[in-house]
């Protein structure tokens, strides 16, 4: 079993940015912080016996949680939750919001290891995503975490900001592995409608959608640009593509994301947060103040519950675990489901086979180099 604990505070909101987090004020992240403790009392006694072996803190910036609150999170969670001696425990932290004080309490309460939210090297670069740091700060992150103890270390990388050529992301991309973190995260800028890039940028999603020249963000062929430049990069600093869009030095790989793809059941708590456990897929409410109330009264805050088909739970098999490089075990898919895979997809692994999408060996099922390249579409005919 898998635990996810979401802080959804942020100094400022990003302008790309659609995730359940914002700049709130210390009442709202002290009384945030109350209400995550009471969600996982409630918790505890339905999950007395779950082992948890991973525990992936994210938000928002869990760093800018003041760190008396987040100290206090901590220990719940370990008092509420059997977490395993030698759990993954990641969380998320950004530039600009992090203290060495902050870095060893979360140390001393069992996080193992961070996930740095640097998005780009290029200054510029992070000045059009509206991010609050530039690279001289990310380095200080960088070095206090080291300094820390941490060894296990994540950097997120964005590809196709507007502007980002391959020049900017190769030195972005050299100025990173020169550090040698273990674990490199590249996915590509998503404009998501709401946001105030969506507004700036409207024109150009139009044009990018219809396959027309853009003005700013990348077409597809520059994007496909972007993405092969920097695996190359990271393959020839020897890190190892494990899924579409997370490399690693061997042994790194983050085991609570590929549990997610393997579709291990998990808890998520606080806002928006989402679980899968006993088949049904759960998510929390989105409005902060109405998660803590409904807490208040002693209410989960859940505000969906879908209990997914035999159908939908194949599907799922097919799409989340097709991300990994490794792929699909066809012994697993029969276990799980009781069926030969092949009387469920056969005619659609047969196709894709046939076009070099998908390479079948030693009982297993993965997208090839070329599948990877259109993932998306791969991934969309098991739907
Ligand atoms: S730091 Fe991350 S979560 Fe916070 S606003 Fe920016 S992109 Fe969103």
């Not at 009392?41 to 991973?54: G, H, I, K, Q």
Request: with cysteine; proline share 4%.
């Amino acid at each position: 079993m898998e635990l996810y604990i979401h802080i959804p505070f942020c100094m400022k909101k990003c302008d790309y940015c659609d995730f359940p987090s914002g700049a709130y004020d210390a009442t709202v992240r002290r009384d945030y912080s109350r209400a995550l403790i009471r969600e996982m009392e409630m918790y505890a006694p339905l999950f007395s016996d779950a082992v948890f072996s991973t525990v992936y803190i994210g938000g928002g910036t869990p760093s800018w949680l003041e760190w008396e609150h987040m100290e206090r999170i901590l220990l719940a969670m370990r008092r509420c939750f059997h977490i395993e001696p030698e759990a993954e425990v990641t969380m998320e932290v950004n530039p600009g919001t992090v203290s060495a004080e902050f870095l060893h309490m979360i140390k001393k309460q069992g996080v193992c290891r961070l996930s740095i939210g640097l998005q780009s090297g290029d200054d510029g670069e992070l000045k059009t995503l509206g991010r609050i740091h530039d690279f001289a700060r990310f380095l200080h992150t960088y070095e206090l975490a080291r300094n820390a103890g941490f060894y296990d270390i994540n950097v997120d990388i964005m590809t196709g900001i507007p502007g980002q050529t391959t020049h900017s992301l190769g030195r972005t991309l050299s100025d990173v592995i020169r550090l040698k973190p273990e674990h490199i995260s590249c996915y590509s800028l998503m404009v998501e409608e709401g946001t105030p890039f969506y507004e700036r940028y409207a024109d150009d999603v139009k044009r990018q959608l219809q396959g027309e020249p853009t003005l700013y963000l990348p077409t597809d062929d520059e994007e496909y640009e972007l993405y092969a430049l920097a695996r190359e990069l990271l393959f020839a600093a020897r890190y190892e593509q494990y899924e579409i869009s997370n490399f690693a030095k061997k042994g790194y790989e983050c085991l609570h994301n590929i549990g997610y793809w393997r579709r291990v059941p998990y808890l998520g708590l606080g806002l928006s947060a989402a679980s899968f456990y006993g088949g049904h897929r759960y998510t929390n409410c989105g409005d902060i103040f109405e998660y803590m109330d409904m807490i208040i009264s002693g209410r989960a805050p859940v505000t969906s519950d879908v209990l997914l088909s035999r159908d939908d739970a194949m599907a799922e098999f097919m799409y989340l675990g097709l991300r990994m490089t490794e792929g699909i075990s066809r012994a697993d898919f029969m276990e799980e489901f009781d069926m030969d895979i092949e009387a469920r997809y056969g005619s659609v692994i047969r196709d894709l086979t046939a076009k070099g999408m998908l390479s079948l060996s030693g009982g297993r099922i993965a997208l090839t180099p070329v599948g990877r390249d259109v993932s998306n579409t791969v991934l969309c005919e098991f739907l």
